[in-house]
C-alpha cells in the first residue's frame, strides 16, 4: 500500500469519526444517537447530520481549492481571497442582504464568486508568471472591498446589518438538507475542474517554460483551476458565509505526509479540511458561552496562530517550505 493512499484512508477515517462524534456531541446529551425515539431521530438526522455535512462540505472546498492555488501560483500562502473569489462571494451576498434579497445571498454568492473567476482568466490570459496573476488578484480583492463599503453607505434597510454581520461570522447553525445539496453540487463541479488539471498543476512545479516545453497547457490549468476554485469556493461561502485559513491551513498539514507534488496534495488537503470544519463545528457547539461562538470566529482564532506560524517556518527556510 502506497504512502499515498494510506495517507488518505487514514483522512478518510478520520473524517467518519468526525462525523460519528458530531451526531453525538452536542449541547443536548445523547446516551445513544442511533436510538430510535422521536426526539434523538429528530436532533440527530433532522439538525446535527445536516450540519455536520454542511461542515464538511465548506472545508473541503476551501481546503481543495487552497491547495489547487497554492499549486497554480507556487505560493505556499496562497488561497481563494489571494485572487479575489471569497472577497466576490461576499460582495455578493453583502448586497442580497444589504438590498433585501437575504434569501437570494446564497445564489448572488455563487454568481459573483464566478465572475471574479472569469475575470482573472481575461486579465490573466498573457500573464506571465504567478506573480502577475496573484497581483491581479490582490487588486481585485481590494476592489471587492471597496464595494463592499459602498454597499453598506448605500444600504437603504440599516436593519439587514444585523443579518450581515452574522453571515460574515460564519456559521453551520441550521443549516438544512437544500445547503447540504447546494454546497456539494458545487464542491464536486469545482473539484472534477480541478483534478481535471492535476496533471498541468505537476509540471507547473519545473516552471512555466519547462512545463510548456514538455507539452503542458499552461492556460488550460489557469483557466480550469480558477473556475473550479471559484465554484468551491462560491458554495463554501454561499451556505457558510466568510470562514478563513482553512484554506492555507488544511494543504499544510497533510504536506508533511502526503508530499509536495500539487497533485498528490489535492485530495488529502480537500478530506483534512473536511474533517477540521467538522471538529471546529463540534468544539463551537461545546464551548462554555451563552450564546453559540461563530464557526468563522473559532476557524480565526486557531487559524490565526497556525498561519504566523506557518509565514515563520517559511522565513526561517528562505521561502521553500
Given amino acids: 500500500m502506497s504512502a499515498s493512499l494510506r495517507t488518505n484512508l487514514a483522512l478518510m477515517a478520520l473524517s467518519l469519526a468526525a462525523f460519528f462524534a458530531a451526531l453525538w456531541l452536542g449541547p443536548t446529551p445523547l446516551a445513544n444517537p442511533f436510538a430510535s425515539d422521536e426526539a434523538t431521530r429528530t436532533i440527530v438526522w433532522d439538525i446535527r447530520l445536516p450540519r455536520a455535512m454542511t461542515a464538511w462540505f465548506v472545508g473541503a472546498a476551501l481546503g481543495l481549492a487552497g491547495a489547487a492555488l497554492q499549486g497554480l501560483l507556487r505560493n505556499p500562502l496562497a488561497d481563494a481571497g489571494v485572487l479575489g473569489l471569497s472577497g466576490f462571494a461576499a460582495l455578493g451576498a453583502v448586497i442580497a442582504f444589504a438590498f433585501g434579497f437575504a434569501n437570494f445571498a446564497p445564489v448572488l454568492a455563487v454568481l459573483f464568486a464566478l465572475g471574479a473567476s472569469l475575470i482573472v482568466v481575461a ?3 498573457a500573464a506571465r508568471g504567478p506573480a502577475s496573476l496573484a497581483l491581479i488578484g490582490v487588486g481585485l480583492s481590494s476592489f471587492a472591498g471597496g464595494l463592499i463599503a459602498l454597499a453598506l453607505n448605500l444600504a437603504p434597510n440599516p436593519g439587514a446589518l444585523a443579518d450581515l454581520v452574522n453571515w460574515t461570522l460564519g456559521s ?3 443549516r438544512s ?3 447540504v445539496a447546494l454546497v456539494s453540487f458545487l464542491t464536486i463541479v469545482g473539484a472534477g475542474l480541478i483534478f481535471a488539471a492535476a496533471r498541468g498543476l505537476q509540471a507547473l512545479t519545473l516552471g512555466e517554460e519547462s512545463a510548456a516545453a514538455i507539452g503542458a497547457n499552461i492556460m488550460r490549468t489557469r483557466t480550469l483551476v480558477v473556475l473550479g476554485a471559484a ?3 462560491g458554495g463554501a461561502t454561499a451556505v457558510a458565509g466568510i470562514i478563513g485559513f482553512v484554506g492555507i491551513a488544511a494543504p499544510h498539514f497533510v504536506r508533511a ?3 509536495h507534488d500539487p497533485a498528490r496534495l489535492l485530495l488529502p488537503s480537500a478530506l483534512a479540511g473536511g474533517a477540521m470544519l467538522v471538529c471546529a463545528d463540534i468544539a463551537v457547539r461545546l464551548s ?8 468563522g470566529v473559532a476557524a480565526a482564532l486557531i487559524g490565526g496562530p497556525v498561519f504566523a506560524l506557518i509565514a515563520a517556518r517559511l522565513a526561517s527556510r528562505g521561502g521553500d517550505i
Fill in 123 to 125: 486579465l490573466g490570459w
Fill in 172 to 174: 453551520v447553525e441550521a
Fill in 177 to 179: 438538507y437544500e445547503h
Fill in 231 to 233: 465554484a468551491c469556493t
Fill in 257 to 259: 505526509v502526503a508530499g
Fill in 288 to 295: 462554555p458561552t451563552d450564546t453559540e461562538l461563530k464557526l
